[in-house]
């Protein structure tokens, strides 16, 4: 799934790129149809997470992140093209391309690399000029990125991400969710192809019988919580995106918006890591865009990121089980 593209990529291969990108419990809630010079795009929604999505705003996230790395990875192989929103049955992302010169960048390299790295950084300073870096590869029309360094608003939104991970394991069809999407070792995350690695995470591999257990016993919300309060504190900022409104179309550029500031942070050798609670418990959405300047907004994206170790990848369903006539 990671090796080079061809020189001339089938659209089959560019959408191998397009699974790589981040999705929400690694659910890969998207199927692909190929036409004449477009690539479509749809949500799957026999995929979904009705309980920590409910309206589906992560899912068309994903889309839009997907659709991201089908139009650079289209551009570095000499058919540049344009990404849309389409309203009906349900909602779907085109890609229409033309052959044209190849317009290769660092971040089309970094597709391969990227990973959602859920694990302690080393707290190190991200420099000006690299913060400059990521803040223009994520510009996109109709989003807002707002970048937090100074640790009195990390802190204050650490607060606001330890709240809403209590909540959320309080909460017990959220908990039988995402049990249902863990995958407690390679065979496992190898024969289902998705879900969330636990091994990608820093942990042992369990049998399939005991990861469920283990989770239960040692995964409680304290420690969690302990454990989300070391990661932020080891970062060395966050990034909050906010769309310019709530619905499928806003939230594809959200997607692809940061996609690029992740693709661009692998690029600078930054890992990354989603910290959505604040997002996903609507009573604190109000909270988090009153510290991010934004009062009044559904912020949509919440990443940390800093410098720290290469892990696992999560799985990735084989092409052939994502595309339809």
């Not at 908990?175 to 820093?202: H, I, M």
């Amino acid at each position: 799934m990671r090796r080079p593209l061809a020189d001339t990529p089938s659209a089959r291969d560019l959408i191998g790129y397009a699974t790589l990108a981040p999705n929400g419990h690694n659910a890969q809630p998207w199927l692909f149809r190929i036409g004449d010079k477009r690539i479509e795009i749809l949500p799957d929604f026999a995929r979904r997470t009705p309980v920590v999505d409910p309206d589906d705003h992560h899912l068309f996230v994903s889309l839009g992140a997907a659709a991201e790395n089908v139009s650079l990875a289209s551009a570095a192989r000499g058919a540049p093209g344009a990404v849309r929103f389409e309203q009906g049955n349900g909602g779907s992302v085109i890609f229409d391309f033309e052959p044209a010169r190849a317009i290769s960048s660092f971040l089309f390299e970094a597709i391969t690399q990227r990973q959602s790295t859920r694990a302690e950084f080393d707290g190190r300073t991200v420099l000006p000029a690299d913060l400059d870096m990521l803040g223009r590869a994520a510009a996109m029309p109709g989003v807002d990125l707002v970048l937090l360094t100074d640790r009195s608003r990390i802190d204050r939104l650490r607060d606001l991400v330890l709240t809403g991970n209590s909540a959320q394991m309080a909460d017990a069809a959220f908990v039988c969710e995402l049990k249902s999407w863990l995958r407690f070792n390679p065979r496992q995350a190898l024969r289902t192809g998705d879900g969330l690695y636990s091994v990608a995470s820093g942990n042992p591999a369990l049998p399939d019988w005991l990861g469920p257990h283990a989770f239960d016993w040692f995964s409680t919300a304290q420690a969690q919580n302990d454990a989300y309060a070391r990661q932020i504190r080891s970062s060395s900022g966050i990034a909050v995106f906010a769309g310019a409104g709530e619905t499928p179309a806003h939230w594809v550029a959200v997607g692809q918006a940061c996609q690029r500031f992740a693709l661009q942070a692998t690029a600078l050798g930054l890992k990354h890591a989603f910290i959505n609670q604040p997002v996903e418990v609507p009573a604190l959405r109000p909270d988090l865009a009153a510290l991010i300047g934004l009062t009044g907004r559904r912020p949509d994206i919440v990443m940390r990121f800093g410098y720290g170790p290469a892990l696992p990848y999560a799985p990735r369903r084989p092409v052939s089980a994502v595309i339809v006539a």
